[in-house]
């Protein structure tokens, strides 16, 4: 098993850039095309929402809910692939994910591989 790990600021204020990234340690990131390497998040008292994934080819899959202000890339040099989420507002404060699993929409943690999560607050 793989542990990711996520990392960006916690606070961030609205009508911001919120910019995240997560490490996959190792040679993973280039080691196998089945893998997609997505974001999750969750809202306080709500459940998991898929946000977008990035194949190792490069190819992006986003939800329709937020096609319009995330962009996930990868940098393979660093084994990293960072999320980008504009004009953040505050309902965007949430635990965001990474994981990288053979699954496109995760929507479950007991698959695929996860990071701890990393939480942030949108400020008003």
Do not use: H
Request: aromatic residues 10%; charged residues 15%; hydrophobic residues 30%.
């Amino acid at each position: 098993q793989v542990q990711l790990q996520e990392s960006g600021p916690g606070l961030v204020k609205a009508s911001q850039t919120l910019s995240l990234t997560c490490t996959v340690p190792g040679s993973s990131i280039t080691a196998n095309y089945e893998y997609y390497l997505g974001w999750i998040r969750q809202a306080p008292g709500k459940g998991l929402e898929w946000m977008g994934a990035i194949t190792y080819s490069g190819s992006t899959y986003y939800s329709p809910a937020l096609e319009n202000r995330a962009s996930i890339s990868r940098d393979t040099s660093k084994t990293q692939f960072p999320l980008q989420l504009t004009s953040v507002t505050p309902e965007d404060t949430a635990v965001y994910y990474c994981a990288r699993a053979r699954v496109l929409r995760l929507t479950t943690r007991s698959v695929g591989d996860w990071g701890q999560g990393t939480q942030v607050a949108v400020s008003s």
